[in-house]
């Protein structure tokens, strides 16, 4: 059974350009959260989203930044005119069920905007 | 909303010796209580949780203890290893039965010397 997935593991992006992260949950998962890590800091939550839905994006700049988790295929954050600021590690995780408390990790997409 | 405080920042013991990380919170409607341990440039990884209907949890070197009524918790590691080197992120569970989601404390770099 493999674990959630993350592609691409490192993006270099040029500012003003899009940046596309993509998760893939474990099988049998239907809730995605992501997470922003800054270097030597914590996680921020972000948003999470069920299959076509998004639960809650508190933690979502209101610009340039989307989630989406389609009912085929992986979930998408979309960064729109990249920034340096944005550079960071992007996490995603994913747990099984309404109500479930755990939540699995994938390996992160590391995002350097030059 | 929830806001969650980690202490110490940094950590050091000697090998064998036990480390004690805590956490404190502020929603009282939180409910569940991760911790995680992040390896540097690795994801994060569920070392053991505690739900808020217990106060004690232990998982061979590992234990965490919960005070529901002063809203902290605390990570216990015994016989420390040089492999324990890591940082430790506490989190609380925000939300309520159809989905949740964590704020994570700040992070405990812990160093085990040998």
Not at chain 2, 10 to 32: F, H, M, P, W
Not at chain 2, 100 to 109: I, L
């Amino acid at each position: 059974n493999a674990g959630v997935m993350q592609n691409p593991r490192h993006l270099v992006r040029r500012r003003g350009q899009e940046a596309r992260l993509r998760c893939s949950p474990m099988k049998g998962h239907s809730h995605v959260y992501w997470y922003r890590q800054l270097p030597e800091e914590g996680l921020k939550f972000m948003v999470y989203l069920q299959k076509e839905n998004i639960i809650d994006e508190s933690g979502m700049p209101k610009e340039r930044f989307s989630a989406e988790f389609p009912k085929e295929g992986p979930s998408i954050l979309r960064i729109q005119q990249v920034v340096r600021g944005d550079s960071a590690a992007y996490f995603c995780a994913s747990s099984p069920r309404q109500g479930a408390n755990e939540q699995f990790f994938g390996p992160g997409t590391r995002l350097t905007v030059l | 909303g929830e806001n969650v405080e980690q202490h110490p920042s940094t950590l050091s013991v000697q090998e064998g010796d036990s480390a004690v990380i805590k956490c404190t919170y502020s929603d009282s409607a939180s409910n569940y209580f991760p911790w995680y341990k992040q390896e540097l440039g690795k994801r994060p990884q569920l070392i053991i949780d505690i739900r808020s209907n217990v106060g004690e949890k232990k998982d061979q070197r590992i234990a965490v203890t919960l005070n529901k009524t002063a809203k902290h918790f605390s990570l216990h590691i015994t016989e420390t290893q040089p492999e324990d080197s890591a940082v430790y992120f506490c989190a609380a569970s925000i939300g309520d039965n159809y989905g949740q989601n964590f704020v994570f404390g700040p992070g405990t770099r812990l160093s085990v010397l040998p």
